[in-house]
């Protein structure tokens, strides 16, 4: 599993879910720091298709956290809103998973988050296919 | 001259207490409900609050009492006093779940027409059967197979077309933390297009649908049709700040339009933007961009009106503002409108005394 991907399918866990599977990886952990974890805003860009400029289209509300495990490795975690603990817990995870801890366990929680989402993905796009429309001209 | 209030502060503080009675009490379910059963207005509340903040929007409007001007303030208000701490990637066409795409001006566009989640072919008939007892919507229908992601865009089908001019290439794009900001640099006309789209996001919708109204009835320079109208859920991708790789930390609606003039021998777009699900909006706001790009634009469709009488809370500050105590200049201009009687009596009364009388008619022959 790629990074992007595996970062992807952290954030878009649920929030109790992903936080308990995070204590389960902590037990592995041996010292943890957190650097940052704090809530803040990140802006959001829009490219314009008119003339292919990019303006802001607002901002949103994002809560991150940066840990250090073991005195080495970094890991990096956000999430919209404003749930601290959610962005340790993928701190933590992303941490873990860079720096070799629990590698298998963390792609699989991952691997079923990205399917549970493609799943809800599939199904909400297969009732957007059932409101399509063809148009004839008489 | 000053005027100051006796009890005040108490006054304050039991109006308020009054004010929070009257609406009943805050809980987490109440919040909840809300963010849950009232999406569009949630939406609302964030897109002119420039917040994408759905649980905080939801509470904004419970704590409000459904005020939303006052619920757009709370979270401007919030959202000073958090910190920024990054820019996402630029979202683009490839970040999109499209929920609902439609044109009104091409049938046969690039990936075709969904309808979506809308009430637009539906009865506007008021379900009372609800006031009595629960009602379950029905489960909706599901197709064989899904429909896309994304789709073509209808203005890109037209450049391929060479129906319109190619977007301009070649530039560097700009870093968004160049990006000109209406939230930390004040606008200067003409209006960098960057500070025009963002205005138009986080928008009053009641402000820019009165405008737009205003150029469709009649006081406008062009009429135009809608080249499509785009719902969407969004990824909202960040770059990771060690590894550098982009990913995405959750998604968000939002809704966005372009609008389509038939000229002489192109087309041209408008276009608009914003957080949340809001059609009446950017179909607006796509048209009122066009409007701005006119050179004779009708006044109230030039670009600075448009920008400052649609800004939500410096518009509704303004005019709340005036219920604020106004007593000393009143007063003054009472003051003056007194001397200005009170010279004008001496005056008259003056000359009544100093001019002869003019006695005519019967009286004076008599």
Redesign the interface.
Known sequence: MDHPTLLTALTQAPAAALKRFADEVLADIRRIEVIENRVGLTMWPMRDPVHGADFFLGEVLMAEARVRLGGEVEGYGACLGRDVEQALGIAVLDAAWRGGIATRRIEEFAADQALIQAEADQRLLRQVEATRIALETF | MYVAARGGEEAIQNAETLYRALNGPLSPALVEGIERALPYLVDRV??EG????P??AALAIAQTGGDLYEAVLLLRAY?ST???????????DADL????RISAAF??IPG???????LDYSHRILNTEALSRDVQPEP??????????GYF?V??WHRLNGLLAP???GEE??A?GE?????RDPIAFPAP??????SL??AETGGVLALGYASMRGFGLIHPTVNEVRLAYA??R?R????G????????R?S?C?VVNNMADRLE???A???GWNEVKIIAGAML?MEMDKADAHPAHTEEFVLYHTEAVESSGFCIHYKLPHYVTFNSGLDALRRVLLKRDTEQRKRVIDEPVVVEGEEALA
Not at chain 2, 240 to 243: A, G, S, V
Request: proline share 11%.
């Open positions: 964030m897109a420039s917040l994408y903040a649980d905080l959202r958090v910190p920024r701490l990054a820019y996402a990637e630029p979202l683009t779940v499209v929920v609902r049938k046969d075709g027409q969904v309808l979506g989640p809308t909706p229908a599901e197709a064989e197979e899904p429909a896309p992601r865009s203005a890109d977007t301009a290439k794009p700009v968004p990006l000109p900001d209406v939230t297009r960057a500070h025009r789209l963002q996001a986080r990824d909202v960040l990771h700040p060690i590894t790789v982009a990913f995405s930390l959750g998604r968000a939002i966005a372009e777009l408008g276009f933007a914003t957080l961009d």
